[in-house]
């Protein structure tokens, strides 16, 4: 098996890749048409990316089993297409939780301190005390999370250590799972700006999330609040986002931005940096060596699983729910040309096969097939297909929806 690694990847994670036995290729400068052509002349099998986008023409160049994004959202790479061919994506959630988490208080802290302007003042030659000391500190406030999937939860004991009551909304949350956290549970997201001083955004992106943190969130803000936002800047409505920090004075800690390089170095320019009350990072809230070290031994569990298994850990884009209308169950001998013999059967009435398996009993002598059909076959044929073979010994036709 050959995996193309196309992105910048810990030494360490390249050679935990190859201790498998695999062909690794590492390519960290390969975007665009450059992995388009690297994919169909290396022939990989397994694609790893991080930050790279994996676009149609480049899943359609080579003969890819498997793309592996090394981080939790995989909204770069074009899962559509990969499922219309067959290539299963696969993520690592949860592996960067902590590291976001803290960055996420980073920029908390920074806005509330004010520490870039701090710095920035100090680094020119000046000094102003009388200016800096004006802030409102964040023990006793009330710090609001909308989504609190593994980084949400992270999120939460650090707002406990820092005395802020916590406030969420997150489709998975009720109110009971919200009590056992020890946090109270908002019946909107609307609800958590409403009460939040500072309000931080922890969800995937999807269609959804895309613009969810949009004019209603922002009116709802408390003028002078914090908004945190280090999941995906297409969650947020960036123009709403900027009429609000001109309007309200809303503080604005960011670390994914509208429109940001694919790479790790270019030009860019975004009108939020220009406002008073920002504060941005480079889209680095998993970027620490903890995060990175977890991160690169999951995508060797999730390739050694694949080549040992056949199965993917993590995999994004299966079939959430079976298009299959019933089961047929076939308890049957274990012999050569049962299953051919049935499936032949089946495809003679044009019903198609949606999955199957067939569990062997011990000794090997029996086993029964289940599998699962997109519409049921006419009594008469299941008939059929128990009297035409001896080695079949029971059919049953089992409804699903």
């Known amino acids: 098996m050959k995996i193309l690694v196309a992105d910048k990847y810990p030494k360490s994670g390249i050679e935990s890749l190859g201790s498998l036995g695999f062909e690794v290729v590492y390519e960290p400068d390969a975007k665009g048409d450059a992995l388009v052509q690297l994919l169909a002349s290396s022939a990989a099998d397994v694609l790893?990316?991080?930050?790279?986008?994996?676009?149609?023409?480049?899943?359609?160049?080579?003969?890819?089993?498997?793309?592996?994004?090394?981080?939790?959202?995989?909204?770069?790479?074009?899962v559509k297409t990969a499922s219309a061919l067959g290539i299963y994506v696969s993520n690592c959630p949860g592996k960067n939780s902590v590291a976001v988490a803290e960055l996420a208080f980073g920029l908390i802290l920074a806005l509330d301190r004010r520490i870039p302007e701090n710095t920035s003042e100090l680094k020119?030659?000046?000094?102003?005390?009388?200016?800096?000391?004006?802030?409102?500190g964040v023990a006793g406030r009330t710090l609001g999370l909308i989504g609190v999937g593994s980084i949400g939860k992270e999120m939460i004991p650090r707002a406990k250590a820092f005395s802020l009551s916590v406030l969420a909304r997150s489709r998975s949350l009720t109110a009971q799972k919200a009590e056992q956290l020890g946090i109270e549970y908002a019946a909107s997201p609307e609800v958590v700006a409403a009460e939040a001083d500072i309000l931080s955004v922890h969800v995937a992106l999807?269609?959804?999330?895309?613009?969810?943190?949009?004019?209603?969130?922002?009116?709802?803000?408390?003028?002078?609040s914090c908004f945190i936002n280090t999941s995906r800047a297409e969650v947020v409505d960036q123009a709403a986002l900027e009429r609000a920090m001109k309007q309200k004075q809303?503080?604005?800690?960011?670390?994914?931005?509208?429109?940001?390089?694919?790479?790790?170095?270019?030009?860019?320019?975004?009108?939020?940096?220009?406002?008073?009350?920002?504060?941005?990072?480079?889209?680095?809230?998993?970027?620490?060596?903890?995060?990175?070290?977890?991160?690169?031994?999951e995508v060797t569990r999730i390739v050694r699983t694949f080549h040992e298994t056949g199965r993917v850990p993590n995999v994004v884009n299966l079939c959430r729910r079976s298009p299959a209308k019933s089961i047929l169950v076939i308890r049957h001998l274990d012999r050569v040309g049962v299953l051919a013999h049935v499936l032949n059967e089946l495809k003679g009435q044009g019903i198609n096969v949606q999955e199957m398996e067939n569990i062997v009993f011990e000794g090997a002598?029996?086993?029964?097939?289940?599998?699962?059909?997109?519409?049921d076959p006419p009594p008469e044929n299941l008939e059929a297909l128990r009297k035409s073979n001896e080695n079949v010994l029971t059919v049953t036709l089992l409804p699903l929806h």
């Not at 029996?366 to 699962?372: D, E």
Request: hydrophobic content about 40%; some cysteine.
């Open 365 to 375: 002598q029996a086993a029964i097939a289940r599998i699962h059909l997109d519409r």
């Open 124 to 136: 020119a030659g000046s000094w102003n005390k009388k200016e800096y000391s004006k802030a409102r």
């Open 48 to 78: 790893v990316v991080r930050s790279s986008k994996v676009e149609k023409a480049a899943l359609e160049s080579g003969r890819l089993s498997l793309v592996v994004r090394a981080g939790a959202g995989y909204n770069t790479i074009d």
């Open 250 to 297: 809303i503080r604005a800690g960011l670390d994914v931005f509208a429109g940001e390089p694919e790479g790790g170095t270019a030009s860019f320019k975004t009108p939020l940096a220009d406002l008073p009350g920002f504060c941005g990072t480079h889209h680095i809230g998993a970027s620490t060596d903890q995060a990175q070290d977890a991160i690169s031994e």
């Open 206 to 224: 999807n269609a959804d999330t895309r613009g969810l943190i949009g004019e209603k969130i922002f009116a709802a803000l408390k003028p002078g």
